[in-house]
């Protein structure tokens, strides 16, 4: 997707990890596109699907919890119902106006209940998947505009100039007793509670949905991971593998080998984004 004299490079890869057995994660990439399929012509049509240009990419990690294969479930049907949600309801933005921006966080707070629902039918009909849930995080860009659909504690990050930002708040017991004064921040890196969801799709009481949105530049870069990559790394090893890789593919690769060479307790994914610079002459990234 090229825009404004950006590119849009992206690469995802998931990782079972050195203890577990099976992967409950789940990502996806997509451009959305407006689409024309002919049934019927006067005249010879050569090719009758017609793809218009992108409007707009969007990129997800779920981590899904529960026994047997009720997680990978979990995170697996949570994308697809979102997405398939989003395809059918949401207003294609050209140039993102404030109007246009509220219409799309709702639409965006509107998929995560809907994929909440459609998970909580699946336990009804299922009762092996009584338990099951996962995280969410989405990012959707329409540049320059980016916005992040967040439950649980997936992360995203921006990366911009050398600097490292965690764009989303963890939905976990350790964050809630931090920012409530109930853990010091030291009691709060040791503490037990970070695997203890407060909010996830699918669980009882249901997901409570933050959106976060930001302007991004030209060179930005952009990471969603599971915790399994963040279990392991600290944000000086993102930053130092978000700022040394050529591709987004190196720096997938790099991280999840490194949280896997420091015991990879989890299952790991990440899904890395490059904004870059397009030569005006040339068409390339700068």
């Not at 990690?61 to 997680?71: E, I, K, Q, S």
């Not at 870069?221 to 599971?226: E, G, I, N, Q, V």
């Not at 790991?268 to 610079?277: K, R």
Request: proline fraction near 3%; aromatic fraction near 6%; include cysteine.
């Amino acid at each position: 997707m090229a825009s404004d004299r950006v590119a849009i490079g992206c690469y995802g890869m998931t990782h079972v990890g050195r203890q577990r057995t099976m992967n409950q994660d789940h990502f996806l990439i997509a451009d959305f596109k407006k689409h024309l399929s002919v049934e019927g012509a006067s005249f010879s049509c050569p090719d009758p699907q017609v793809f218009g240009d992108t409007m707009g990419k969007m990129m997800l990690v779920a981590d899904g919890m529960g026994g047997a294969n009720a997680g990978e479930v979990a995170s697996q049907l949570a994308i697809s119902s979102l997405v398939q949600y989003l395809l059918n309801s949401m207003h294609w933005i050209l140039r993102p106006s404030r109007q246009e921006s509220e219409n799309l966080v709702s639409e965006l707070k509107s998929a995560a209940q809907f994929a909440h629902s459609v998970l909580c039918k699946d336990v009804e009909n299922e009762p092996d998947h009584r338990g099951m849930g996962t995280t969410l995080t989405v990012a959707y860009l329409v540049w320059p505009m980016l916005y992040v659909l967040h439950v649980g504690d997936s992360r995203c990050y921006l990366f911009r100039q050398g600097r490292l930002q965690q764009l989303t708040d963890d939905q976990t017991l350790a964050q809630t007793l931090l920012e409530t004064g109930y853990l010091s921040r030291e009691e709060f890196e040791s503490s037990k509670y970070h695997n203890v969801l407060v909010s996830a799709i699918g669980v009882e009481g249901g997901p409570q949905t933050l959106i976060y949105s930001r302007r991004l530049k030209p060179g930005d870069k952009l990471m969603l991971c599971s915790d399994g990559v963040t279990a392991h790394l600290k944000d000086e090893d993102i930053a130092q593998w978000m700022q040394s890789s050529k591709t987004p593919e190196e720096a997938c690769q790099g991280m999840i080998d490194l949280a896997n060479e420091r015991g990879g307790r989890d299952n790991s994914t990440a899904i890395v984004v490059n904004c870059f610079q397009v030569d005006e002459e040339k068409g390339l990234p700068g």
